[in-house]
């Protein structure tokens, strides 16, 4: 039946080894419409599949990027045992980090006239790529110049920038941050690796991608990475790559390729080729052959076509292919299906329903027979007209008849309008929900198709408008909404439509696509004022998804100006004022736009928000509780309110709307880890790690659940397993500075000063802003002795943050030490004007009092901070110290006695009792809690870290208050060589000083002991 030379080629391929060098791994079919690609394409199949242990996978120009078609791959070879688990498991993790990037819009990270609050510029690599991209839409969209002269590349890669600091912010683990902003990045390589593993279990994969004359533009850089590059892996031997398409393979992309290409041109038939198809159908008589011969011009789907009709009914004239189609639908000797043939030709494809709708009831029983029509295509359920017999059939009827073209069109455009509105029926009215579902998204590309055949010009307008929420989904729908608007323009012959066609389709192209399209409208005349208005809150949008919020209220404002009476523009509005940390607007416009339209959930759920950051919480209850009313499947109402719970310490409560979330969307990060919070916050630790694990678990390299399960191991004391999630947290994302502090703490505790020093310094260079870890660098210098680099950082940190009373309040304590006793008052009196209840600036200023005599200044700070939190052991402590100096023995035993009930297992505690109880003339009680503490310091000194080092420092004092010398020497000399840092030193020396003090008879031990010390330190 002729093509026996090109079966026979691809045929032979099975009977050769794919490791022999010259192994034709990668054909590529092609020939014009009508030649027989995709005919011979399925026949390549069905010889695939007739081998032993052979899978296939077909995938036409039902995709529209690289994602598709993996997406493709994987259902069709899933369909044959041998799914693609990982890159399916991937995939649905793209979707859904991607969706959590696009539903959170990052607040802003400084205010007005706050230090940092000026924008950084974009990276040199952002740049370079805004100003290729943006030259390339100038070459490939009519009229782009226009305007892309106009785009500052600098602005448009500094949104690449914001993107890709608002997701490090929002997912917080690096390789979810590539995975969104680079999606191949992620998946191709999955995709590849389960593919071997189906190689391996198999002893051919054959790959087949047809209509690649509109696929490649998209497919062809994937196909030859995956082909022959290696930066997502490589391609097993053994699986073989088909194309099938009308034009020559883009030598830019294939040209140092193409001599690995086997290439398979098919051309009309030869004569004998016809003549031997014909003969298959009992064409044999010489004018029926002559006449199929001149029809045809031997185009193969034309010879089949007459073929298997009667082709003696005599000549026709005019056209080739649109007389062929004429004397198709003649030699059919029903005309009711004659008339359904050409009724079925109109919509881009034909289910069984469709074709009941448009074929005449006498013929409404005959969809069999429409799907066994040479030029029918099934797939799936449905089916589709071969384009050269499509293109003739539309041009036959739009020429013949333009009222019943119209009336046709229009009869289609309500059957998917009503198949549209049912599916909107569960959905809701939210056109954000609408474009995300598949099912309805569908409906409505053909919908517009017929609108824009029925009336091309009048419906332009509402075409174009909805190109605005295309681009709010993705490429691929921009794309597919692109090839519509085209696609209707060639088949009613209307010039806008193509140009408009081709000018999105460009546009897709584009680094930014969204900005493109959008300005692309904006500029559009054809577009009336609710779609402008539509325009400019879309484009808000995205202004919005970069941190660009000043942008987006322009945008915002002039969508409000167009379309004052639209809800979406007030509640972009009024999101883009919450963005700016302007709530009472934000409300006054979400407020407006649940006026307009009461069932918007999303505005309720934005001015709930807004409530919230105004302390507002009955209000924002309401308004996260009408969301939730609205939409009962809203997690992140759910996990918003949850966080209005906890401000309000309903714990209880907060985590129940936790669990709601998640059960809504399992693999909603943010609620999972905000739970673990809570948890760790309620002492709950064992509930906050598996929270934190199941968060590792969805993603492994989700940096900011190790760092945070880090953070529980570390309040459990197992700070061996705190630092390595923490090591791990920044193996995945070496920039985040968050974790790196946090770790610094923890070296600190554990009394690691150089390593906690290092980490500090790295938290600052990653952002010179960060007056947190200036603060903390600041305490780890005063700790090794380093006073005036100390004084340095924390002031750098105030300078950065006026109101940073922490850092105020270490920097007195850095004075004091220093013996700047004056600067170091101003600090503390600094800290408690921005904290008045700041307990421990009021510990810290009244053991200064002490140490300067003002025993009575010291004893009302002391009071002050007691009376603020009553279970403060060590400012009880401090109060003893001064009422024993002062004589008062009964307030200094009260005080005692009230930190060993606070906290018996504190060596220290027992220690000064006993030091109160012997000066107020108890020996016997003294001795007891002297007793209490030997026992308490010896125990912790056994062990390693931070509290051993405290309690050998105890057991030095200890034994200075017991006048055992000779012990005291001994435990000097241990804690020495220890070398536990300068400051460790110095308070130990401080401590001697003040037992000397409140103990005078402990003198002479005391003195060889602080002389060792001194010495020490003398010595660095």
Same mark, same amino acid.
């Given at each position: 039946m002729g093509r026996r030379g090109e079966l026979a080629v691809f045929r032979e391929t099975f009977a050769r080894d794919p490791e022999e060098a010259d192994f034709p791994f990668l054909f590529h079919v092609r020939g014009n419409g009508g030649v027989g690609k995709s005919t011979l394409v399925r026949q390549w199949e069905s010889t695939a599949r007739e081998q032993p242990s052979v899978v296939t996978a077909y995938v036409d120009d039902e995709v529209h990027d690289a994602?598709?078609?993996?997406? %493709?791959?994987?259902?069709?070879?899933?369909? +044959?045992?041998?799914?693609?688990?990982?890159?399916?498991? +991937?995939?649905?993790? #793209?979707? /859904?980090?991607?969706?959590?990037?696009?539903?959170?819009?990052?607040?802003?990270?400084?205010?007005?006239?706050?230090?940092?609050?000026?924008?950084?510029?974009?990276?040199?690599?952002?740049?370079?790529?805004? +100003?290729?991209?943006?030259?390339?839409? &100038?070459?490939?969209?009519?009229?782009?110049?226009?305007?892309?002269?106009?785009?500052?590349?600098?602005?448009?890669?500094?949104?690449?920038?914001?993107?890709?600091? *608002?997701?490090?912010?929002?997912?917080?683990?690096?390789?979810d941050v590539q995975l969104v902003m680079n999606p191949l990045t992620g998946l191709a390589p999955v995709f590849l690796d389960d593919l071997a593993e189906v190689a391996e279990e198999c002893e051919r994969v054959v790959l087949f991608f047809d209509v690649y004359e509109r696929t490649g533009p998209v497919l062809d850089t994937w196909l030859r990475t995956i082909t022959f590059g290696d930066e997502y892996g490589s391609l097993p031997v053994n699986v073989q790559i088909v194309l099938a398409g009308q034009l020559r393979l883009d030598t830019r992309v294939w040209g140092d390729r193409l001599g690995q290409v086997t290439e398979v041109s098919l051309e009309v038939f030869s004569e004998e080729e016809a003549r031997t198809l014909l003969a298959t159908h009992g064409v044999t008589d010489e004018p029926s052959i002559e006449l199929v011969l001149r029809l045809s011009g031997r185009l193969p789907?034309?010879?089949? *076509?007459?073929?298997?009709?009667?082709?003696?009914?005599?000549?026709?004239?005019?056209?080739?292919?649109?007389?062929?189609?004429?004397?198709?639908?003649?030699?059919?000797?029903?005309? $009711?299906?004659?008339?359904?043939?050409? =009724?079925?030709?109109?919509?881009?494809?034909?289910?069984?329903? !469709?074709?009941?709708?448009?074929?005449?009831?006498? %013929?409404?029983?005959? #969809?069999?027979?429409?799907?066994?029509?040479?030029?029918?295509?099934? +797939?799936?359920?449905?089916?589709?007209?071969?384009?050269?017999?499509?293109?003739?059939?539309?041009?036959? /009827?739009?020429?013949?008849?333009?009222?019943?073209?119209? /009336?046709?069109?229009?009869?289609?455009?309500?059957?998917?309008?009503?198949? @549209?509105?049912?599916?909107?029926?569960?959905?809701?009215?939210?056109?954000?929900?609408l474009w995300k579902e598949a099912v309805w998204r569908e409906h409505r590309l053909n919908e517009t198709y017929h609108l824009l055949c029925a009336n091309p010009r009048t419906a332009l307008a509402d075409a174009l408008r909805e190109s605005a929420h295309a681009i709010g989904l993705d490429v691929a729908t921009l794309r597919r909404w692109a090839q519509i608007l085209g696609g209707a323009g060639l088949d009613t012959d209307t010039a806008a439509l193509v140009s408009w066609g081709e000018r999105l389709e460009a546009a897709a192209e584009q680094e930014q696509p969204g900005a493109v399209v959008l300005t692309l409208l904006l500029n559009a005349s054809e577009l009336d004022a609710s779609g402008r208005a539509l325009a400019y809150t879309v484009r808000a949008e995205e202004y919005r998804h970069v941190g660009d919020a000043g942008s987006a209220l322009a945008d915002c404002e002039a969508a409000v100006a167009l379309a004052p009476d639209a809800a979406r523009p007030h509640a972009g509005l009024g999101e883009t004022y919450r963005v700016l940390g302007r709530y009472e607007e934000s409300v006054a416009s979400c407020t407006r736009a649940v006026e307009i339209d009461?069932?918007?959930?999303?505005?309720?759920?934005?001015?709930?928000?807004? #409530?919230?950051?105004?302390?507002?919480?009955?209000?924002?209850?309401?308004?996260?509780?009408?969301?939730?009313e609205i939409d009962r499947r809203y997690a992140w109402a759910y996990g918003s309110r949850a966080r209005v719970y906890e401000a309000l310490e309903r714990h209880e409560e907060a985590l129940a709307d936790y669990d709601r979330a998640l059960e809504i969307d399992p693999l909603y990060e943010w609620a999972v880890g905000s739970r673990a919070q809570l948890f760790e916050r309620m002492g709950r630790y064992e509930e906050a790690l598996a929270d934190y694990d199941r968060a590792v678990e969805m993603d492994p390299q989700y940096a900011w659940a190790r760092a945070g399960r880090a953070q529980v191991h570390e309040a459990m004391g197992r700070h061996e397993e705190a630092l390595a999630d923490y090591d791990r947290a920044l193996d995945i994302d070496p920039l985040y500075e968050w974790a790196v502090g946090s770790r610094a703490q923890l070296f600190e505790r554990m009394g690691r000063y150089e390593e906690a020093l290092a980490d500090y310094d790295r938290a600052v260079v990653i952002d010179p802003e960060y007056a947190w870890a200036l603060g903390s660098r600041a305490r780890v210098k005063k700790d090794m002795g380093r006073p005036e680099e100390a004084v340095a950082d924390y002031s750098r940190a105030v300078e950065i943050l006026p109101d940073y009373a922490w850092a105020f309040q270490g920097r007195a304590q850095v004075y004091a030490g220093m013996g700047r006793h004056d600067e170091a008052l101003a600090d503390f009196a600094r800290a408690l004007e921005l904290r008045p209840g700041y307990?421990?600036?009021?510990?810290?200023?009244?053991?200064?009092?002490?140490?300067?005599?003002?025993?009575?200044?010291?004893?009302?700070?002391?009071?002050?901070?007691? $009376? !603020?939190?009553?279970?403060?052991?060590?400012?009880? &402590?401090? @109060?003893?110290?001064?009422?024993?100096? *002062?004589?008062?023995?009964?307030? =200094?035993?009260?005080?005692?006695?009230?930190?060993?009930? !606070?906290?018996?297992?504190?060596?220290?505690?027992? *220690?000064?009792?006993?030091?109160?109880?012997?000066?107020? &003339?108890?020996?016997?009680?003294?001795?007891?809690?002297?007793?209490?503490?030997?026992?308490?310091?010896? $125990?912790?000194?056994?062990?390693?870290?931070?509290?051993?080092?405290? %309690?050998? /420092?105890?057991?030095?004092?200890?034994?200075c208050a017991l006048f055992d010398h000779g012990a005291a020497a001994s435990v000097a000399d241990a804690l020495i060589a220890l070398g536990p840092g300068r400051n460790l030193i110095e308070e130990a020396v401080e401590d001697l000083s003040l037992l000397g003090t409140l103990c005078p008879e402990a003198g002479p031990g005391i003195e060889p002991v602080t002389r060792r010390l001194r010495e020490t330190l003398r010595q660095g």
């Open positions: 994602l598709e078609a993996m997406e %493709a791959v994987s259902a069709r070879l899933g369909r +044959q045992g041998h799914p693609l688990k990982r890159f399916d498991k +991937q995939l649905t993790t #793209y979707r /859904q980090r991607r969706h959590q990037a696009e539903s959170v819009v990052a607040a802003p990270q400084s205010g007005p006239g706050e230090p940092g609050a000026a924008a950084a510029g974009p990276s040199p690599s952002s740049t370079v790529a805004a +100003q290729v991209g943006l030259a390339g839409l &100038g070459a490939l969209v009519p009229g782009a110049a226009l305007f892309t002269g106009a785009v500052d590349p600098q602005q448009v890669a500094l949104g690449a920038d914001r993107v890709r600091a *608002m997701l490090n912010t929002r997912l917080r683990s690096h390789d789907l034309l010879v089949d *076509m007459l073929a298997r009709s009667d082709p003696g009914g005599g000549a026709a004239t005019g056209d080739p292919s649109e007389t062929a189609v004429e004397r198709f639908l003649k030699w059919e000797p029903d005309p $009711e299906r004659r008339e359904a043939a050409l =009724a079925c030709a109109l919509p881009l494809q034909t289910d069984e329903d !469709i074709y009941r709708a448009v074929v005449p009831e006498s %013929a409404a029983g005959s #969809y069999a027979w429409l799907r066994g029509l040479a030029f029918v295509s099934p +797939q799936a359920g449905r089916c589709r007209y071969h384009d050269v017999v499509r293109a003739a059939m539309l041009r036959l /009827q739009r020429t013949r008849s333009p009222a019943r073209w119209q /009336q046709a069109h229009t009869l289609l455009a309500d059957v998917f309008r009503q198949r @549209r509105l049912a599916v909107e029926a569960d959905l809701g009215t939210d056109p954000e929900d009461p069932g918007y959930a999303l505005a309720f759920g934005s001015r709930g928000d807004a #409530y919230r950051n105004l302390g507002r919480h009955d209000e924002a209850f309401a308004d996260f509780g009408r969301a939730i307990g421990w600036a009021l510990g810290n200023r009244g053991e200064l009092y002490e140490k300067l005599g003002r025993r009575e200044d010291a004893v009302a700070d002391f009071t002050r901070a007691i $009376e !603020i939190d009553p279970t403060s052991d060590w400012v009880l &402590g401090a @109060r003893a110290r001064t009422y024993l100096c *002062m004589g008062r023995h009964e307030d =200094a035993l009260a005080d005692c006695a009230r930190t060993v009930e !606070i906290d018996p297992r504190d060596g220290w505690n027992q *220690m000064l009792y006993g030091v109160v109880l012997r000066a107020a &003339g108890d020996a016997p009680a003294a001795e007891a809690r002297f007793a209490d503490a030997l026992r308490l310091f010896t $125990e912790e000194g056994a062990g390693a870290g931070d509290a051993a080092v405290n %309690a050998r /420092q105890g057991l030095l004092v200890l034994h």
